[in-house]
T-cell receptor, first 112, second 113 residues
Framework: KAGVTQTPRYLIKTRGQQVTLSCSPI?????VSWYQQTPGQGLQFLFE???????NKGNFPGRFSGRQFSNSRSEMNVSTLELGDSALYLC???????????FGQGTRLTVV | ELKVEQNPLFLSMQEGKNYTIYCNYS?????LYWYRQDPGKSLESLFV?????AVKQEGRLMASLDTKARLSTLHITAAVHDLSATYFC?????????????FGEGTQLTVNP
């Protein structure tokens, strides 16, 4: 069966711009979580969506937002990009958020 | 604030040897995950441990969970080069609804011929 699909895979943006990343979970999975991975901070939780509602939120500024659609696909938006937002953004899907979480290939965002 | 600590952070071992990676966490939890990451790639799920005393094995890897000690171990038996990767443990606090993984720093494993 198809895995978790993230688009785009690579992105280069300029400081001050905004960006939207997309995540399509495994069919039947209703929980989608987002993580940021950087060499300095490691893997950090951004937020989790379940049935179109944000269920958990990490400690990131309000510039980071997300949403989930009725088909469980999720988008993450970062506004007013900063150089420090350069990272690998990973999304994970699971059935309901309590079982195994499967990760997508990630979106590599570079802010210049 | 939940803290998850792995040790060692770097591990260089010879093929055929055994070793253990440790994952300690600071709060009550009964959900612990192990992942593998190859350079430039995403995270591959290895094990999900959902109860005290849980033990799971896949090939040369075996993971266990002791919720009372707040400790999980990932044991590598007779290492081979293909196991070279970074291994992460991740924990969800017991009172959390849904999925909110807090990751350890990762253990970078290099298996030398």
């Amino acid at each position: 069966k198809a895995g978790v699909t993230q688009t785009p895979r690579y992105l280069i943006k300029t400081r001050g711009q905004q960006v939207t990343l997309s995540c399509s979970p495994i069919s039947g999975h209703r929980s989608v979580s987002w993580y940021q991975q950087t060499p300095g901070q490691g893997l950090q939780f951004l937020f989790e969506y379940f049935s179109e509602t944000q269920r958990n939120k990490g400690n990131f500024p309000g510039r980071f937002s997300g949403r989930q659609f009725s088909n469980s696909r999720s988008e993450m938006n970062v506004s007013t990009l900063e150089l420090g937002d350069s990272a690998l953004y990973l999304c994970a899907s699971s059935l309901a958020g309590y079982s195994e979480a499967f990760f997508g290939q990630g979106t590599r965002l570079t802010v210049v | 604030e939940l803290k998850v600590e792995q040790n060692p952070l770097f591990l260089s071992m010879q093929e055929g040897k055994n070793y253990t990676i440790y994952c300690n966490y600071s709060t009550t939890s009964d959900r612990l995950y192990w992942y593998r990451q190859d350079p430039g790639k995403s995270l591959e799920s290895l094990f999900v441990l959902l109860s005290n005393g849980a033990v799971k094995q896949e090939g040369r890897l075996m993971a266990s969970l002791d919720t009372k000690a707040r400790l999980s171990t990932l044991h590598i038996t007779a290492a081979v080069h293909d196991l070279s990767a970074t291994y992460f443990c991740a924990v969800v606090p017991k009172e959390t609804s849904g999925s909110r993984l807090t990751f350890g720093e990762g253990t970078q494993l290099t298996v030398n011929p």
